[in-house]
């Protein structure tokens, strides 16, 4: 696959998902700011000041974790092949995801196994990016809010990943279609998010299949084998 459409389509991801980063980090200064305000003003007593800094101090703690988690999306990467932990690329997966779907009035759950870390082979980011935009299109057919479950169990040597949507879901005729180059049904689609996606799953032997119900929703069913 051209590294050229793999970069572009990332750089679609991050300016799709900029405004609803924008808005996160709206709110955590705006109670920052609130509270500068009022340490200036009220005579506060100790141990609400104490209160205050607390919350101030986890309101900056969370917008620097969405600009990392947000930044790390754009980082150019030389391809690495590694042993990655499906367990926390799921999490972290979530963590991405998560301004986004409250963005779009959507609940992301995850259900993991995690007694154990649970390797796969592959490029992180590479990865990380075909799970975003697989995770992107679950949100983007949700148009009135809903539900994303992310699950992941470990069987026969394998890790068995679901993304599941309650959304618009497809006809079979458009299920056959992804993966085809500029199939999108969206007005700024590229259709070219599916087909990345499935060209880095297939790299690290992954395999794919699609359970689709118009009006019910979509899933997503990825398997990848342990890594050696
Ligand atoms: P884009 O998101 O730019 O349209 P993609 O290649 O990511 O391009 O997706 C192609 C098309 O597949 C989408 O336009 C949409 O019609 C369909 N699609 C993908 N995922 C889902 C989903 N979870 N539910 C319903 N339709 C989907
Ligand atoms: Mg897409």
């Known amino acids: 696959m051209q590294e050229e459409i793999i970069r572009s389509e990332k750089m679609k991801i991050v300016g ?33 000041k104490m209160l205050y800094q607390k919350i101030c101090f986890e309101e900056l703690e969370r917008a620097e974790v969405i600009i990392a988690d947000y930044l790390s999306l754009a980082k150019p990467d030389p391809e690495v092949i590694e042993a990655i932990d499906i367990h926390y690329e ?19 759950q995850v259900a993991t196994e995690e007694e154990q870390a649970f390797h796969i082979q ?45 959304g618009s ?22 259709g070219l998010g599916i087909m990345v996606s499935f060209g880095i799953i297939k790299k690290m032997n992954g395999k ?11 899933e997503f069913h990825l398997i990848f084998p342990k890594a050696n």
């Open 16 to 48: 799709d998902m900029a405004a609803s980063v924008a808005h996160e980090i709206r709110n955590p200064l705006t109670t920052i700011k609130g509270f500068i305000q009022l340490f200036a003003t009220a005579d506060l007593d100790k141990e609400k």
């Open 90 to 108: 799921m999490h972290h997966l979530s963590n991405v995801l998560m301004t986004y779907a409250n963005y779009n009035n959507i609940q992301i």
């Open 169 to 190: 879901g497809m006809s079979s005729e458009q299920v056959k279609r992804l993966g085809t180059p500029y199939y999108s049904t969206k007005e700024k689609g590229t």
């Open 208 to 218: 794919i299949s699609i359970k689709s119900e118009p009006g019910e929703g979509t």
């Open 122 to 166: 592959g490029d992180r980011y590479k990865l990380r990016q075909a799970l975003i935009n697989l995770g992107k299109n679950a949100i983007e057919a949700m148009p009135g809010g809903g539900l994303l479950e992310l699950r992941t169990v470990i069987r026969d040597q394998h890790a068995w990943v679901t993304l599941s949507d309650n």
